[in-house]
């Protein structure tokens, strides 16, 4: 029997995924203990300031990667979308977890119409950009926090709705809001609706690959190819939603740098090239 520690943000969402992560491990190592080891970031603690102002997705996972590196953890439980595109050395995704919903949604309570929406909560350029374009009477603030922080927020009407990704509302059995679908041409963030598990390269192998999805890891694989290559992520509005059938990968972008917007769909079956074949015509399509 083997005692495996996994590290996770300390947040109620955080540790709602890394249990289902453990639960997924459970049923292939039932003779194993899995122990949650909660570990504060920085991204976790300074809400007063904008991701963007000090130092976009890495702040939080820096102090788990950490973590990992002096061997206080043997894996750690990340939301993909929230992973920089460079990783410390040394370090790999070895897994992705079967994808939850990839969806933004709109979020507010029973009492307030979408008409009467003036004032829309997002951190994210990604987010805000796409939005405005459906409601262009709207003015967007700047919100952090963790999901109860943030509804709380609307619930006193500071704001009067706010974007959130589905797959955390619905891992949080939120149940007494309203959520409006913001359509199927709002591009998601890169590994929107996906758990990556992040390790040592060349250890705890046979656990991550044991809870492996191939249909998520090639998607994340194809959408972060997009980030990187491109340079987009929490500084520029930049979303990539990818989705492979088993033998071809259809995927839609969303760049805009310089008040261009640049929307593509293509398809490929090498996640890697297709990424960054993308992000090549996004950029060409940006200097034009």
């Not at 003036?118 to 805000?128: P, Y």
């Not at 709380?152 to 009407?157: Q, S």
């Not at 890891?217 to 500084?235: D, I, P, S, V, W």
């Amino acid at each position: 029997m083997s005692i495996i520690k996994i590290g996770s943000r300390k947040s109620q969402l955080a540790i709602k995924q890394t249990e289902a992560v453990i639960k997924k491990l459970k049923e292939h190592f039932p003779n194993d203990t899995f122990e949650i080891v909660g570990i504060s970031t920085k991204g976790d603690r300074q809400l007063d300031k904008s991701l963007q102002s000090f130092g976009g997705k890495g702040v939080f996972i820096k102090e788990i990667e950490t973590a990992l590196l002096s061997g206080e953890i043997d894996m750690a439980v990340h939301s993909a979308k929230d992973m920089p595109t460079e990783i410390c050395n040394g370090l790999t995704i070895s897994a992705a977890l079967l994808r939850d919903d990839r969806s933004d949604v709109l979020v507010h309570f029973g009492d307030t119409e979408l008409s009467d929406i003036k004032i829309i909560g997002t951190g994210s350029a990604r987010r805000q950009s796409q939005a405005e374009k459906l409601f262009p009477n709207a003015v967007f603030k700047p919100i952090r926090g963790n999901i109860g922080t943030r509804l709380e927020k609307v619930k006193n009407g500071e704001y009067d709705a706010v974007i959130m990704a589905r797959a955390a509302i619905n891992r949080l059995a939120v149940s007494d809001v309203k959520i409006e679908n913001l359509g199927d041409n709002f591009i998601c963030a890169a590994g929107q609706g996906i758990l990556a598990i992040e390790t040592v390269v060349g250890k705890a192998d046979k656990y991550a690959q044991a809870i492996n999805d191939k249909v998520a890891m090639t998607e994340l694989k194809c959408e972060r190819a997009f980030l990187q290559y491109t340079g987009g992520g929490c500084h520029a509005p930049c979303g990539a939603s990818a989705e492979f059938n088993g033998k071809e990968i259809k995927m839609c972008t969303f760049f805009k740098e310089n008040d261009k917007e640049i929307y593509l769909e293509m398809f490929g079956n090498d996640p890697i090239l297709l990424g960054k074949k993308m992000a090549e015509i996004t950029l060409d399509k940006i200097k034009e």
